[in-house]
């Protein structure tokens, strides 16, 4: 232990702990900007800095450990002047037009600005002029770059991308496009962990809220919108709402306050993915077990996950006939939608403007793929809002949350069962996909939490089940980090496996590029954790169980992995290119 | 009215001239900026300031080359700016009236042609394409890439052994290179900023002269594979250490009766002692190496082993000597520097007892001859070199130990033959006065100076004018080679020859001991993946953490040497390592670019290769 005084206090803390930390276990809290716990420390805004008795130079607090003795001063003289004048200095290139920035209220500039009291300028402005393509689900404002690195460090460390570098020197250095490539062109995987690790409005997501109010407000559309399971975990969080009072029917009372006509669930369609991508599973592993036929390489891969596929189309298109084919659940939304649920409704699918909310950004590319079209090529799903997006257009329509009452679900979209809505949380997809496997190849239900050895926030999980007395090795991976070792290692033939679950964000969708953004805060833990409860609670926890889906199969597409089904609810990965 | 005044130094000028030392520092650290087109607007900018204000092109025109160059960096230009750069940067360099002005002209010319690429990936990316790697200016300058903030900080830390395991990671000899290395790594030590370079070889040395034990590598799980190694150098050496670590079987084929090569053939013991390399050696031979000494490889040889060993590295060095090609050079007493010092090397000392010795050339060799020769007895020691003693490639303490040890250096004075006397033996050196002049290949060249010849009366010559390498073998069987040079791609792979590898000085030509360790581990590293493994040399040490010291002024601990007139009485070491106090001070002033600036984000430590 190492025994120090911090502002008069004395304070007693392990080794090697940082300044920052000792500070805290002693209730002072240091200001930060740049730093982000294991992601980014790299003392670069110094704006922890802090005086250190004996050193004429102020330590940054984020990186600098404790040393027995040491008497640390968190806001003298000398440190609050210069923590203030930094921030002077940030904010002298920074676009302060926070009146019409979507991070205005949640930047983690503008309150240590105020915090510190910084009414004036006393620099003259200097902005970089850059922004990317606006077109892009994804945007970088570099006028409001602060260069904390933060994004370079979650692309390249947390997510083994490297889309963004520091990409000229000196007083011009500037984040950006490794490369000076645009940002389409990159291999970015749109998992949106650069937004919401960004403390400002640098980066952001392309707001498709006005299409929606558009949409909503012409009576020859029928507006009917779908939201993924993560989304209910979250929504709540910058409405100030609790998080038990943020519930999914909450939430569909205020889409259909906002002027939807159907609120839908997308759990409707993880259970139909369940459905699908187990038959297929089967179906491999049959195949495979065929004398004479076609070679079938395992394992294999989930698909719900579209910044999964954009990483494995840029980084291993040598393995993409491994990936299963079925849509993601949004797409197989968006096709029963303008198909099944537009017959019964006895309306021209063009009619029906099919929104989604998701805790995505690959989402927003996803459904705008050219693979991702009906009949008529119009678009299966129109728009794709993130929560954030949603978050606004309900402040937009002055809805205030706490004062609705929840309603029901339409139906019979609207039908989830518990296996479904762990889609959100990591291993979920894995967890739901074994009930229905263990139930398509014995013909009984197992228990509901036979397979929990696949949750939980370990980056990389495996675990071997028995299916009917075969074995089947599985491994759950999250974050592309991850995913990407687990990957190496298995072209390194180091592990194998027959089935594997991938998802870009770490610990899923509920930590998801669209979710809202809580500056230093990791929520994923958390609001998995809602998750997992709302499925122990759930009447039906075996896909094969919800009824819709049921009713679908026996009235609509016959069987899993039919002709009709093959056609609405899967999809060739290799037919489209990245960077277009 | 007083006529004339004696110059005074304002309190400014003396605030300027300190201001100027410490810019001359900076510099010497560190570049302008790590980006071209930075580095040719601070330039500018700087030469700018230097403008008396009198005429046009200085004072006009490099503020607008400035404005230019900014447009460039802020990315407002074309590629029209680019030309128009130039235009202007000849303008000032052709019209200007004095070299304040035309040589901001000429340095803004060479750098916008130069960095041409540079300036038009800025135009058309507005990024900058220079990849140069921001890195650890210590471990960038090392070629092989030591971790020294991590084995200074246990050094400070008190941990010697530490210290060297770490070292070992990237360098198997760390005690031959305490004391030999050209420490390529203190130049741009981030500490000459503020006062003095960190005195990294001497830390170094300490280190391995302090181990509180010895200690034993990790070695791999045999893989049954066999690998030969040609020539004990130091390239030699590495590569089969790093190799025998990650579990291969490694046989090194000696040509000399011991290992070492340039180590011991060619650096005197009273630089590196030979008990100090032989225990160097003898630990990696420890780690079950196989050697055959007195085993010369020729083209039929090597064409064996490859057909016998699953790779083959080829690291034969730059032992033969050049010539000066003078009349008279093949009279008794005309001996090259490689021929004395290799008969040194096996142990065989000559007598040169009361002689006169000329030793001709200016680089480390040379010294080191003529240093040996001071300890063999001879009366005097002329050293002929045809440049200045400044553009003498030697390094610096070399040269001084030289004249303190009572050699005398005649700069500017060429050989044009060697006197032989009636008996056949050399009478004397026949030397050229010089006088210097415009530059060719980057110094200037001297030429024949309006003098006459004299005759430097001498009983023996040494010609230490650089060496060759012997690849004409191997060139016949094919291995491309280009001026004496075995060619290979970066990976050391030799083209055509499948699992053949090569490197140091018989690639590079004659270069430094720490270039050729780090040849024989990127050969290790690209040989065991040739054979189809991926093994990792992984940092195996703790590292004590980083303390945040802020600036304190503290001077460099420089090695002492012993008395010049003790030293030459022997073939001992001449210099004394760094007493305990003065290795702690040393090591306390590092200033860990691993942890802070740029390194904190990249570049701070390579835990495996």
Same mark, same amino acid.
């Given at each position: 232990?190492?025994?120090?005084?911090?502002?008069?206090?004395?304070?007693?803390?392990?080794?090697?702990?940082?300044?920052?930390?000792?500070?805290?276990?002693?209730?002072?809290?240091?200001?930060?900007?740049?730093?982000?716990?294991?992601?980014?420390?790299?003392?670069?805004?110094?704006?922890?800095?802090?005086?250190?008795?004996?050193?004429?130079?102020?330590?940054?607090?984020?990186?600098?450990?404790?040393? &027995?003795?040491?008497?640390?001063?968190?806001?003298?003289?000398?440190?609050?002047?210069?923590?203030?004048?930094?921030?002077?200095?940030?904010?002298?290139?920074?676009?302060?037009?926070?009146?019409?920035?979507?991070?205005?209220?949640?930047?983690?500039?503008?309150? !240590?600005?105020?915090?510190?009291?910084?009414?004036?300028?006393?620099?003259?402005?200097?902005?970089?002029?850059?922004?990317?393509?606006?077109?892009?689900?994804?945007?970088?404002?570099?006028?409001?770059?602060? /260069?904390?690195?933060?994004?370079?460090?979650?692309?390249?460390?947390?997510?083994?991308?490297?889309? +963004?570098?520091?990409?000229?020197?000196?007083?011009?250095?500037?984040?950006?496009?490794?490369?000076?490539?645009?940002?389409?062109?990159?291999?970015?995987?749109?998992?949106?962990?650069?937004?919401?690790?960004?403390?400002?409005?640098?980066?952001?997501?392309?707001?498709?809220?006005?299409?929606?109010?558009?949409?909503?407000?012409?009576?020859?559309?029928?507006?009917?919108?779908?939201?993924?399971?993560?989304?209910?975990?979250?929504?709540?969080?910058?409405?100030?709402?609790?998080?038990?009072?943020?519930?999914?029917?909450?939430?569909?009372?205020?889409?259909?306050? #906002? @002027?939807?006509?159907?609120?839908?669930?997308?759990?409707?369609?993880?259970?139909?993915?369940?459905?699908? %991508?187990?038959?297929?599973?089967?179906?491999?592993?049959?195949?495979?077990?065929?004398?004479?036929?076609?070679?079938?390489?395992?394992?294999?891969?989930?698909?719900?996950?579209?910044? +999964?596929?954009?990483?494995? /189309?840029?980084?291993?298109?040598?393995?993409?006939?491994?990936?299963?084919?079925?849509?993601?659940?949004?797409?197989?939304?968006?096709?029963?939608?303008?198909?099944?649920?537009?017959?019964?409704?006895?309306?021209?699918?063009?009619?029906?403007?099919?929104?989604?909310?998701?805790?995505?950004?690959?989402?927003?590319?996803?459904?705008?793929?050219?693979?991702?079209?009906?009949?008529?090529?119009?678009?299966?799903?129109?728009?794709?809002?993130?929560?954030?997006?949603?978050?606004?257009?309900?402040?937009?329509?002055?809805?205030?949350?706490?004062?609705?009452?929840?309603?029901?679900?339409?139906?019979?979209?609207?039908?989830?069962?518990?296996?479904?809505?762990?889609?959100?949380?990591?291993?979920?997809?894995?967890?739901?996909?074994?009930?229905?496997?263990?139930?398509?190849?014995?013909?009984?239900?197992?228990?509901?939490?036979?397979?929990?050895?696949?949750?939980?926030?370990?980056?990389? /999980?495996?675990?071997?089940?028995?299916?009917?007395?075969?074995?089947?090795?599985?491994?759950?991976?999250?974050?592309?980090?991850?995913?990407?070792?687990?990957?190496?290692?298995?072209?390194?033939?180091?592990?194998?496996? &027959?089935?594997?679950?991938?998802?870009?964000?770490? @610990?899923?969708?509920?930590?998801?590029?669209?979710?809202?953004? *809580?500056?230093?805060?990791?929520?994923?833990?958390?609001?998995?954790?809602?998750?997992?409860?709302?499925?122990?609670?759930?009447?039906?926890?075996?896909?094969?169980? $919800?009824?819709?889906?049921?009713?679908?199969?026996?009235?609509?597409?016959?069987?899993? !992995?039919?002709?009709?089904?093959?056609?609405?609810?899967?999809?060739?990965?290799?037919?489209?290119?990245?960077?277009? | 009215?007083?006529?004339?005044?004696?110059?005074?130094?304002? *309190?400014?000028?003396?605030? #300027?001239?300190?201001?100027?030392?410490?810019?001359?520092?900076?510099? =010497?650290?560190?570049?302008?900026?790590?980006?071209?087109?930075?580095?040719?607007?601070?330039?500018?900018?700087?030469?700018?300031?230097?403008?008396?204000?009198?005429?046009?092109?200085?004072?006009?025109?490099?503020?607008?080359?400035?404005?230019?160059?900014?447009?460039?960096?802020?990315?407002?230009?074309?590629?029209?700016?680019?030309?128009?750069?130039? /235009?202007?940067?000849?303008?000032?360099?052709?019209?200007?009236?004095?070299?304040?002005?035309?040589?901001?002209?000429? #340095?803004?010319?060479?750098?916008?042609?130069?960095?041409?690429?540079?300036?038009?990936?800025?135009?058309?990316?507005?990024?900058?394409?220079?990849?140069?790697?921001?890195?650890?200016?210590?471990? =960038?300058?090392?070629?092989?890439?030591?971790?020294?903030?991590?084995?200074?900080?246990?050094?400070?830390?008190?941990?010697?052994?530490?210290?060297?395991?770490?070292?070992?990671?990237?360098?198997?000899?760390?005690?031959?290179?305490?004391?030999?290395?050209?420490?390529?790594?203190?130049?741009?030590?981030?500490?000459?900023?503020?006062?003095?370079?960190?005195?990294?070889?001497?830390?170094?040395?300490?280190?391995? &002269?302090?181990?509180?034990?010895?200690?034993?590598?990790?070695?791999?799980?045999?893989?049954?594979?066999?690998?030969?190694?040609?020539?004990?150098?130091?390239?030699?050496?590495?590569?089969?250490?790093?190799?025998?670590?990650?579990?291969?079987?490694?046989?090194?084929?000696?040509?000399?009766?011991?290992?070492?090569?340039?180590?011991?053939?060619?650096?005197?013991?009273?630089?590196?002692?030979?008990?100090?390399?032989?225990?160097?050696?003898?630990?990696?031979?420890?780690?079950?190496?196989?050697?055959?000494?007195?085993?010369?490889?020729?083209?039929?040889?090597?064409?064996?082993?490859?057909?016998?060993?699953?790779?083959?590295?080829?690291?034969?060095?730059?032992?033969?000597?050049?010539?000066?090609?003078?009349?008279?050079?093949?009279?008794?007493?005309?001996?090259?520097?490689?021929?004395?010092?290799?008969?040194?090397?096996?142990?065989? #000392?000559?007598?040169?007892?009361?002689?006169?010795?000329?030793?001709?050339?200016?680089?480390?060799?040379?010294?080191?001859?003529?240093?040996?020769?001071?300890?063999?007895?001879?009366?005097?020691?002329?050293?002929?070199?045809?440049?200045?003693?400044?553009?003498?490639?030697?390094?610096?303490?070399?040269?001084?130990?030289?004249?303190?040890?009572?050699?005398?250096?005649? %700069?500017?004075?060429?050989?044009?033959?060697?006197?032989?006397?009636?008996?056949?033996?050399?009478?004397?050196?026949?030397?050229?006065?010089?006088?210097?002049?415009?530059?060719? +290949? @980057?110094?200037?060249?001297?030429?024949?100076?309006?003098?006459?010849?004299?005759?430097?009366?001498?009983?023996?010559?040494?010609?230490?004018?650089?060496?060759?390498?012997?690849?004409?073998?191997?060139?016949?069987?094919?291995?491309?080679?280009?001026?004496?040079?075995?060619?290979?791609?970066?990976?050391?792979?030799?083209?055509?020859?499948?699992? !053949?590898?090569?490197?140091?000085?018989?690639?590079? @030509?004659?270069?430094?001991?720490?270039?050729?360790? $780090?040849?024989?581990?990127?050969?290790?590293? $690209?040989?065991?993946?040739?054979?189809?493994? &991926?093994?990792?040399?992984?940092?195996?040490?703790?590292?004590?953490?980083?303390?945040?010291?802020?600036?304190?002024?503290?001077?460099?601990?420089?090695?002492?040497?012993?008395?010049?007139?003790?030293?030459?009485?022997?073939?001992?070491?001449?210099?004394?390592?760094?007493? %305990?106090?003065?290795?702690?001070?040393?090591?306390?002033?590092?200033?860990?670019?691993? *942890?802070?600036?740029?390194?904190?984000?990249?570049?701070?430590? $390579?835990?495996?290769?």
């Amino acid at each position: 232990m190492v025994k120090l005084i911090i502002d008069d206090r004395e304070v007693e803390v392990p080794e090697h702990t940082t300044i920052l930390d000792a500070a805290a276990s002693a209730g002072i809290k240091i200001p930060t900007l740049c730093y982000l716990r294991d992601v980014n420390e790299v003392g670069a805004c110094r704006v922890c800095v802090v005086e250190v008795e004996g050193i004429d130079q102020l330590v940054a607090a984020c990186n600098n450990y404790v040393l &027995d003795g040491m008497i640390v001063h968190t806001n003298s003289r000398r440190a609050r002047i210069a923590r203030k004048t930094n921030v002077e200095f940030l904010l002298s290139q920074h676009s302060s037009e926070c009146t019409s920035c979507v991070r205005s209220g949640n930047c983690s500039l503008q309150s !240590l600005a105020n915090d510190l009291g910084i009414t004036h300028l006393p620099y003259a402005k200097h902005l970089e002029g850059f922004h990317s393509d606006t077109a892009f689900p994804l945007i970088r404002d570099n006028d409001k770059c602060i /260069k904390c690195l933060r994004c370079i460090q979650v692309c390249e460390n947390v997510q083994a991308t490297g889309v +963004w570098a520091l990409t000229s020197r000196a007083s011009h250095a500037s984040v950006n496009v490794a490369g000076g490539r645009a940002l389409a062109e990159t291999d970015c995987a749109l998992c949106g962990q650069c937004i919401t690790h960004c403390p400002t409005g640098a980066l952001r997501e392309r707001d498709d809220t006005d299409r929606v109010f558009d949409a909503i407000e012409d009576p020859e559309k029928i507006c009917l919108v779908q939201i993924a399971p993560a989304v209910r975990t979250a929504w709540g969080e910058s409405l100030g709402l609790a998080r038990e009072d943020a519930t999914v029917k909450r939430l569909a009372s205020a889409l259909r306050q #906002m @002027g939807f006509d159907y609120v839908f669930d997308t759990n409707f369609s993880a259970d139909l993915t369940i459905m699908e %991508e187990g038959s297929e599973l089967l179906e491999r592993v049959r195949r495979a077990g065929e004398p004479g036929g076609e070679p079938i390489r395992f394992p294999m891969f989930t698909s719900c996950c579209p910044g +999964w596929i954009r990483y494995a /189309k840029s980084h291993y298109p040598d393995m993409l006939d491994q990936i299963s084919t079925s849509k993601s659940p949004q797409q197989m939304f968006g096709a029963v939608a303008k198909t099944y649920y537009a017959e019964a409704l006895g309306v021209d699918p063009s009619m029906i403007f099919s929104v989604s909310v998701m805790p995505c950004l690959a989402k927003k590319a996803e459904a705008a793929l050219p693979t991702m079209v009906g009949e008529t090529g119009e678009p299966d799903v129109d728009v794709v809002l993130t929560v954030r997006e949603i978050d606004r257009m309900i402040r937009a329509a002055h809805i205030d949350p706490c004062t609705l009452e929840e309603s029901e679900l339409d139906q019979p979209l609207g039908a989830g069962t518990g296996a479904a809505v762990i889609f959100g949380a990591t291993g979920g997809v894995m967890d739901a996909a074994l009930r229905s496997a263990y139930f398509l190849a014995t013909g009984e239900n197992p228990d509901p939490d036979a397979f929990s050895g696949v949750r939980g926030l370990d980056g990389w /999980k495996e675990k071997t089940f028995d299916l009917a007395g075969v074995p089947l090795r599985v491994a759950v991976a999250h974050g592309l980090g991850n995913a990407h070792k687990l990957i190496e290692a298995l072209r390194a033939g180091e592990v194998s496996y &027959d089935f594997v679950e991938i998802m870009a964000c770490p @610990g899923g969708c509920v930590g998801g590029g669209g979710q809202p953004i *809580h500056d230093g805060c990791e929520l994923a833990g958390e609001r998995g954790d809602v998750l997992w409860g709302l499925d122990a609670a759930a009447p039906l926890r075996f896909s094969h169980e $919800n009824p819709s889906v049921q009713t679908l199969y026996a009235d609509y597409l016959g069987e899993p !992995l039919s002709e009709r089904a093959e056609e609405l609810l899967h999809t060739d990965h290799a037919a489209w290119e990245m960077g277009k | 009215m007083a006529r004339l005044h004696v110059m005074e130094r304002s *309190h400014a000028q003396a605030v #300027m001239d300190d201001l100027h030392d410490a810019l001359g520092r900076r510099l =010497a650290a560190r570049s302008l900026a790590p980006c071209p087109v930075e580095f040719t607007a601070a330039l500018v900018n700087l030469c700018a300031t230097q403008s008396c204000g009198k005429c046009t092109p200085c004072r006009v025109g490099l503020k607008a080359l400035a404005d230019l160059l900014e447009d460039v960096l802020a990315n407002r230009a074309t590629p029209e700016t680019i030309d128009l750069i130039e /235009k202007t940067a000849n303008t000032i360099y052709l019209s200007a009236d004095c070299a304040i002005g035309y040589e901001a002209g000429s #340095m803004a010319l060479m750098a916008v042609r130069g960095f041409r690429d540079d300036f038009e990936h800025h135009v058309r990316e507005h990024a900058c394409g220079f990849d140069e790697n921001e890195r650890v200016p210590c471990v =960038a300058g090392c070629p092989a890439n030591v971790d020294i903030p991590g084995y200074i900080s246990l050094v400070e830390a008190g941990r010697y052994t530490d210290a060297v395991k770490l070292i070992r990671k990237d360098n198997p000899l760390p005690i031959v290179c305490g004391r030999v290395c050209e420490h390529p790594c203190e130049m741009h030590c981030r500490r000459g900023i503020v006062d003095d370079p960190l005195n990294i070889l001497a830390l170094k040395r300490f280190a391995t &002269d302090h181990m509180e034990c010895d200690y034993r590598p990790w070695i791999a799980k045999a893989t049954g594979k066999r690998i030969a190694v040609v020539g004990g150098g130091p390239a030699g050496i590495s590569c089969a250490y790093y190799l025998a670590i990650m579990g291969h079987k490694v046989t090194i084929f000696e040509q000399r009766r011991h290992l070492g090569g340039m180590l011991r053939y060619g650096i005197p013991s009273y630089r590196l002692p030979r008990e100090d390399l032989d225990a160097e050696i003898q630990w990696i031979l420890d780690c079950g190496i196989d050697v055959e000494l007195e085993h010369a490889v020729d083209g039929q040889e090597l064409a064996r082993l490859r057909d016998e060993f699953d790779a083959v590295y080829l690291a034969i060095g730059a032992h033969s000597d050049k010539k000066l090609g003078l009349a008279g050079e093949d009279a008794e007493g005309v001996v090259s520097a490689v021929q004395m010092l290799r008969a040194i090397g096996d142990g065989e #000392m000559p007598d040169f007892s009361g002689e006169r010795v000329v030793v001709v050339g200016g680089g480390n060799v040379a010294m080191d001859v003529a240093r040996s020769s001071v300890r063999l007895g001879a009366e005097k020691i002329i050293i002929a070199y045809r440049r200045r003693i400044c553009d003498m490639t030697a390094q610096d303490a070399e040269i001084a130990g030289a004249e303190a040890e009572g050699c005398q250096i005649m %700069e500017l004075n060429a050989p044009v033959r060697i006197e032989v006397g009636a008996d056949g033996r050399v009478a004397g050196v026949v030397v050229q006065p010089q006088i210097i002049g415009e530059p060719r +290949w @980057g110094r200037p060249a001297p030429r024949a100076a309006d003098a006459p010849e004299r005759l430097i009366a001498c009983d023996r010559v040494i010609v230490a004018i650089g060496q060759d390498i012997d690849s004409a073998p191997f060139e016949a069987m094919g291995i491309p080679c280009s001026r004496g040079r075995i060619v290979t791609d970066t990976e050391g792979a030799v083209h055509g020859f499948a699992g !053949l590898y090569s490197g140091g000085d018989c690639q590079t @030509g004659p270069a430094t001991v720490i270039r050729a360790i $780090n040849a024989g581990k990127v050969a290790a590293a $690209n040989i065991d993946h040739y054979l189809g493994f &991926d093994h990792k040399v992984l940092l195996e040490v703790e590292l004590p953490p980083v303390q945040f010291k802020g600036k304190r002024l503290c001077g460099r601990c420089e090695l002492k040497e012993r008395d010049a007139a003790e030293r030459v009485g022997d073939f001992e070491m001449a210099e004394i390592g760094l007493t %305990e106090q003065e290795a702690h001070q040393e090591a306390s002033r590092c200033l860990r670019c691993d *942890h802070f600036g740029f390194g904190a984000f990249r570049g701070g430590r $390579n835990f495996q290769w």
